[in-house]
C-alpha cells in the first residue's frame, strides 16, 4: 500500500515538473518570438529608410551645394577651358644643362615631361661659336614634329654665402643675369613617340667658357598622336593559328608587333603557351596582357563541302569560342625577340586558335647612351 502510494507521488510530482518545465519553455518560446518580432520590425524601417536615403541620393545626384545641376557645373568647366589652355604657356619649365651634368634632366611642357641631356659641344670652325649636341626623349604617345627652345647661356651661377637664396632679390643672381646671352631657334627634328632624338642647336659663344650653363624651355608648336594607319588596338583583333610555324601581328596603339606560338603543353591550371613576341621600337614593355578569345582549331572546308555546310561548321566552330585573359610573363625587351609565356585556362584541344588583342600597360624608354 505503501508502496502503491509512494508511485503515486513520485508520478504527480514529475508531471508537476513536466508542467513546471512545458510553462518555462513556452515563455522562453513566447519571449524569442517577440524579440524576432521586433528584430523584423526595425529592419523593415532600417531598410526603409536607406531605401529613402537611395532614391533621394539618386535624384540629386550632380547637383551642388547652391543648386546648380552636374550638367552646368560641367559647362562653367568646358566654359573656362580655353582660358586655361591660354596659360598653359607659363607652365614651360627651365631646364639646367651643364657639360658636365651626369644623366639626363626633365623637360616640363605643355605636353608633359620630356628627358633632355647635352652629349657634348664642339667648336664650329665654319659659322664660330659652338655646336651644341642635346638628346630629348620622348616618352609619351605624341611625334612633336616642331618646336622651338627659348632660354639663355653663360658662365655658372654665382657661388652664394650661407643663407642666401637664389631669386632675383639677390644682388648676385641679378647681376649674373645680365651677364647671359639669350637665344631662340626653332627645330623641325620630329621627336618620334617612345624614343631618343638627337639633334645639335649653334650658339654663337665666343668660348667654352660662356657656355658652362645653359638653359632653355620648349614651346612645342605641331604635334600629332602618333597611330597606326590601321587603328589603334582597339577593336583591332589578331587571328592566331597556334600550330601555325609562322608570325601574326599585332596591332596596338604603341605600333605593330609581331607574336609567334613555340610550343603548347597541357598543365594541371590549363594550356601553357610558350611565345615569341618581336618588339622593333625602341622602348620596353614592362607589362602587358593578351586578351580575346581562345578555341579549337579553325575548321577547314572539304572538297565536297557545300556553303550550308560549312557555313554551319563555321557557327559551331563559332560557338565554342571561350573568352580569356592572359598575362604575359615577362617584360618584352626593345630591339628584339622576346620569349614569354601564357597561361590559358582551357583543354590543350581547345586552345589552337586565339582571336586576341595586345594591350600594353606599361612601357620604359631606355636610358641614353655615350655613344
Known sequence: ??????????????????????????????????????????????????????????????????GRSFDE??????????????????????????????????????????????E??????????????????????????????????????????????????????????ETLTPFETRISRTLEPFSWTPFDIELPADSRDQLEMIRFSMNIENARLKRQDSGSGNGTFSHIQVDSEGASVLRTDYGAFLISVKKSEQTELGTKLTLEIGNPYGFTINQCRLVGDHGPALPKRGEQESSDEYNEKMRAWSAALQPFEAMVSSKVANFRWNRTTILIPGELDQVKFLRCQLWVEDVTLPAATDN
Open 120 to 177: 657634348g659641344m664642339d667648336l664650329n670652325l665654319t659659322q664660330g661659336g659652338y655646336t651644341v649636341h642635346l638628346n630629348i626623349g620622348n616618352p609619351h604617345a605624341v611625334a612633336v614634329e616642331q618646336f622651338t627652345l627659348t632660354g639663355d647661356y653663360g658662365g655658372g651661377t654665382p657661388e652664394l654665402d650661407e643663407g642666401e637664396e637664389y631669386t632675383l632679390n639677390n644682388p648676385k643672381i641679378r647681376a649674373w643675369q
Open 73 to 118: 557645373r560641367i559647362a562653367d568647366l568646358e566654359g573656362s577651358l580655353s582660358q586655361v589652355i591660354a596659360m598653359k604657356g607659363a607652365t614651360n619649365n627651365m631646364v639646367y644643362l651643364r657639360p658636365n651634368l651626369q644623366g639626363h634632366a626633365p623637360l616640363l611642357t605643355d605636353h608633359g615631361t620630356f628627358l633632355v641631356r647635352m
Open 1 to 66: 500500500m505503501i508502496s502503491s502510494l509512494q508511485r503515486t507521488l513520485t508520478l504527480l510530482l514529475m508531471a508537476g515538473a513536466l508542467t513546471g518545465c512545458d510553462k518555462d519553455l513556452q515563455e522562453r518560446v513566447d519571449r524569442l518570438e517577440a524579440e524576432l518580432r521586433g528584430v523584423r520590425s526595425d529592419t523593415r524601417d532600417e531598410v526603409e529608410e536607406l531605401k529613402a536615403r537611395v532614391i533621394a541620393a539618386e535624384t540629386s545626384v550632380g547637383v551642388s551645394a547652391d
